[in-house]
């Protein structure tokens, strides 16, 4: 069965720390994302990745930074903490086969509260 | 830039009954996919239904189905014989074809089956 992995599924960071969220698939996916889930305000795009060593911003990138060394992880990093980071972080993979794309597969989410 | 609008924030259903679940969508494009998913309580987001827009035919998926409607650009998801393990966030999303591959996503319903 297919997956994408999440590291954590709750954290409790306190304000100003280095926060990183790992995520990992094993599908060879090309497309790796991030997104926050807040009530109300749905999913929204931090940033997303095609390839290994690639990034790029998505609508709400300020405040956060990414990596990917390897094309089987994408890390979310926060560099430092606020409160207002409070929220659910779901990671996402894609195959984009020419012009077919079948979805995403999502990680199980990560609870972050900043504290 | 395409919006997806889901204009039901909660929906209630009895157990065994059948629920419609409504999407809006503003696009100028003519080809595209669109997708429901679904997010239990248990948080991992999968896959419910995923619809081309170039095929007339509404996509099924067991008790799942779809009421495309092109030219309404509305998409809304059917569910026949609720069950109490449909309560869930649903999303629906679309995707241009080709392109970057990121969806739009709706701001989702939350879903209650009752017994």
């Known amino acids: 069965d297919v997956k994408v992995t999440q590291s954590s599924r709750y954290l409790v960071k306190r304000t100003g720390e280095k926060v990183f969220l790992e995520c990992v698939q094993d599908m060879d996916h090309e497309n790796m994302f991030w997104y926050r889930q807040d009530p109300g305000l749905g999913l929204r795009l931090i940033y997303f990745?095609?390839?290994?060593?690639?990034?790029e911003k998505g609508d709400i990138p300020e405040g956060y930074s990414v990596s990917r060394e390897k094309k089987e992880r994408f890390s979310l990093i926060l560099e430092s903490a606020s409160t207002n980071q409070t929220s659910m972080y779901l990671c996402?993979?894609?195959?984009?086969?020419?012009?077919?794309?079948?979805?995403?597969?999502f990680g199980s989410g990560t609870r972050l509260t900043v504290v | 830039a395409q919006t997806v609008t889901q204009s039901q924030p909660e929906m209630s259903v009895q157990e065994a009954e059948t629920v419609t679940l409504s999407c809006t969508y503003d696009?100028?494009?003519?080809?595209?996919?669109l997708f429901w998913y679904k997010q239990p309580p248990s948080r991992q987001m999968i896959l419910v239904i995923r619809q081309e827009a170039y095929k007339q035919q509404n996509a099924t998926e067991n008790r799942f189905s779809v009421n495309f409607q092109k030219a309404a650009k509305s998409f809304s998801l059917k569910i026949s014989d609720s069950q109490l393990g449909d309560t869930a966030m649903y999303f629906c999303?679309?995707?241009?074809?080709?392109?970057?591959?990121?969806?739009?996503f709706g701001r989702g319903t939350s879903l209650i089956v009752h017994p």
């Open positions: 999303a679309f995707m241009k074809y080709g392109g970057s591959y990121i969806p739009t």
């Open positions: 990745s095609y390839d290994v060593k690639m990034k």
């Open positions: 696009t100028s494009e003519s080809n595209y996919y």
């Open positions: 996402a993979s894609s195959s984009a086969t020419g012009q077919e794309t079948y979805g995403y597969t």
